[in-house]
């Protein structure tokens, strides 16, 4: 079956502060640079959502097309611009992705119809108390059977395409793909994923990445 990786890129990444998040550089290379290298060996085909008026660099195995205002209209807008029978969603801003990640992925993909990464949880949860001074320890949450939720996500495209024109007429906004198709009725299989697969939000994570990116860029792991 025809595999097309879609990455929505037209945040402006306003957290981060540093602009357009995907352009923003670890270690001299893009978060969409690395991206795109990460997912084209294993798919027929690279989609990328920009913002408006941008365009990819040059050399990217990949073509572009506008995002809309937020991320999951950016998606539909990646999702009706294939015809690609499976797809793998993935954020540019998660940069540290292995060939192993994304092998798993596609194998449960056509084995189940719709997976995405996720990591089961080792820090304690709480249920924040709040008072005058702010925040406090509140209520434990039990951890067991807890994941964190990565990128890739992958499913089949008229899953998908389904369930996003359907969370548009309802007004439904999800925080990701899979939770989207859990809310349409199919289930998600989950794929174990990596400590490394970090997501850069905030100026603090982008130290980290620039801090594994040595050691990442070193490994045979990561292709």
């Not at 940069?95 to 719709?114: D, K």
């Not at 697969?197 to 045979?220: E, F, H, I, N, R």
Request: proline share 6%.
């Amino acid at each position: 079956m025809k595999t097309t990786a879609l990455i929505p890129a037209a945040g402006s990444g306003i957290r981060l502060g540093r602009g357009p998040k995907a352009f923003v550089e670890v270690a001299g290379r893009s978060l969409l640079a690395r991206s795109v290298a990460a997912l084209a060996p294993h798919v027929d085909e690279v989609v990328v959502a920009l913002p408006a008026g941008m365009v990819l660099p040059e050399g990217l195995p990949a073509r572009f097309i506008a995002g809309g205002e937020t991320r999951q209209s950016s998606v539909l807008r990646l999702l009706q611009a294939t015809d690609a029978e499976v797809v793998l969603i993935h954020d540019a801003a998660r940069p540290f992705l292995s060939a192993a990640v994304t092998r798993a992925v596609l194998v449960a993909v056509q084995a189940f119809g719709a997976a995405t990464v996720a990591l089961p949880v080792a820090d304690t949860l709480l249920r924040a108390g709040h008072d005058d001074c702010g925040p406090n320890w509140g209520e434990r949450v039990e951890r067991s059977g807890l994941w964190a939720v990565q990128t890739p996500q992958a499913g089949r495209r008229e899953w998908l395409l389904a369930a996003h024109l359907k969370a548009q007429q309802a007004g439904f906004e999800a925080t990701d793909d899979a939770g989207l198709l859990h809310w349409a009725g199919h289930p998600v299989r989950l794929v174990p994923g990596e400590a490394s697969l970090l997501k850069v939000t905030t100026p603090g994570d982008l130290l980290l990445a620039q801090a594994l990116a040595a050691v990442w860029d070193a490994s045979p792991e990561s292709s």
